[in-house]
Every structure is written in structure tokens, then in C-alpha cells.
């Protein structure tokens, strides 16, 4: 069983930076992708973004520009860079991981809450 395991979250005001963790219990390299993904109250989860073994990261348009995604498969994880963000960007920010060996596995980490304050 694969555990992923979020961390960083924090109140942040309106226009500055965050940088969320997502630890593994195995080497990412084994994932065919990982990303981030976030839930606003009331809102369905949504995509953020994605990073594949690769190397090749993309974005949801919200977030384009503003987001980096990267990944240290020596220490398990991908981070989130976050830069000007705004009270839109408040939701609990959740990691996931994506494999495919002969069926689909996905890993969904707890989640970490990310509040931006106007």
C-alpha cells in the first residue's frame, strides 16, 4: 500500500507564497504521474496539475504561470510552489498518485488545508 503524505498548508496572505510536500512511502519513479489537486468548500476537486516520470508538468489555466510543480525522486516527493495567491486559491490542496503494472492504482494523500486571507 502506497501512503502519500501532504504537507505545508497554511493561512497566507492575499499575494505571497506557499510550498506544499507530498511525501511517498516508495520511489515516485514507479508512478506514471503524480499531481495536485484541490477542493474548495462547496466546489468539486479539481486539477491543479500534474507532473509525469518524465519530467512534463502541466497546468490548470487558473493556476498557469503562478504554480511549479517539481519532483526529487532521491527523497520520494513532489512539491507545489505556489506564487501570487489570491482568496480563489483557498481549498485543502490533496496529492495523488497515478500507476498503471497490468490494472490502474491511484493514491490520494489527506489532504492540506491552503487559506489566503484579502
Known amino acids: 500500500q502506497v501512503q502519500l503524505v501532504e504537507s505545508g498548508g497554511s493561512l497566507v496572505q492575499a499575494g505571497g507564497s506557499l510550498r506544499l510536500s507530498c511525501a511517498a512511502s516508495r520511489s515516485i519513479s514507479s508512478f506514471n504521474s503524480m499531481g495536485w489537486y484541490r477542493q474548495a468548500p462547496g466546489k468539486q476537486r479539481e486539477l491543479v496539475g500534474i507532473i509525469t516520470s518524465g519530467g512534463t508538468t502541466n497546468y490548470a489555466d487558473s493556476v498557469k504561470g503562478r504554480f511549479t510543480i517539481s519532483r526529487d525522486n532521491a527523497k520520494y516527493t513532489i512539491y507545489l510552489q505556489m506564487n501570487n495567491l489570491t482568496p480563489e486559491d483557498t481549498a485543502v490542496y490533496y496529492c495523488?498518485?497515478?500507476?498503471?503494472?497490468?490494472?490502474?492504482?491511484?493514491?490520494w494523500g489527506q489532504g492540506t488545508q491552503v487559506t489566503v486571507s484579502s
Open positions: 495523488h498518485a497515478h500507476m498503471y503494472n497490468s490494472q490502474m492504482y491511484s493514491y
